[in-house]
């Protein structure tokens, strides 16, 4: 079945510092990729969202470029501030799921001073 | 923009009581889904509904139950609460599919 992993659980850096956060999928349907951010008790937000191939999208300084020959939709950002500290959530919708979400486990980002 | 409430915000529940999640939206949004969030195990989907009158079970429905009464209502039934179910419950809506869904504020809910 479809499924999204994300490897890392926890990233702390140091504000002014790239990230990129890891995300692959698997799915036999064509796919579409979103990106979710969480801050402290707040609800999940979009950030980004693809389904075109080798295109980057970008939103608030983030950026992620969906890759259907590697299975991957990575988020970047080349500076990251104190306000990035939140939980990310790569999520993974394609026609079999009929707009259900199937989400990955979560990266935490915290950044310090 | 899109708009989810959900309510109560909190709940404290004793063991083997009846709770009710309510989630209203006014995206006029066919799709709506219920979700739990406990550490360690991300977003997970309880149950989801295409439109009035109906429910679908998700990933983890053991436990739950749901009522989509109409378009902009749809409420998450806990017949016999567990102190297993204590978790923060979302509710989230969206159009299509492919499309994102919107989430509610949140209810966390202890049962005691």
């Known amino acids: 079945g479809d499924s999204v992993t994300q490897t890392e659980g926890l990233v702390t850096l140091t504000k002014g510092l790239p990230v990129m956060l890891n995300c692959t999928y698997q799915?036999?349907?064509?796919?579409?990729l979103f990106w979710y951010v969480q801050h402290l008790n707040e609800a999940p937000k979009l950030l980004l969202k693809?389904?075109?191939?080798?295109k980057r999208t970008e939103h608030q300084g983030f950026y992620a470029t969906l890759h259907k020959s590697s299975s991957s939709f990575h988020l970047q950002k080349s500076s990251v501030q104190l306000s990035d500290s939140a939980l990310y959530f790569c999520?993974?919708?394609?026609?079999?799921?009929?707009?259900?979400?199937?989400f990955g486990q979560g990266t935490k980002l915290s950044i310090k001073p | 923009e899109a708009a989810v409430t959900q309510s109560p915000r909190n709940k404290v529940a004793v063991t083997g009581g009846k709770v009710t999640l309510s989630c209203n939206q006014t995206n006029n949004h066919n799709n709506m889904y219920w979700y739990r969030q406990d550490t360690g195990h991300g977003l997970r989907l309880i149950h989801y509904s295409y439109g009035a009158g109906s429910t679908e079970k998700g990933d983890i429905p053991d436990g739950y139950k749901a009522s989509r009464p109409s378009q902009e209502n749809f409420s998450l039934i806990l017949e016999l609460a567990t102190p297993s179910q204590t978790s923060v419950y979302f509710c989230?809506?969206?159009?299509?599919?492919?499309?994102?869904?919107?989430f509610g504020p949140g209810t966390r809910l202890t049962v005691l």
């Open positions: 799915t036999t349907y064509s796919p579409f």
């Open positions: 989230a809506s969206g159009d299509r599919d492919y499309a994102e869904q919107f």
């Open positions: 693809s389904s075109t191939d080798n």
């Open positions: 999520a993974l919708s394609d026609l079999y799921n009929q707009g259900k979400l199937i």
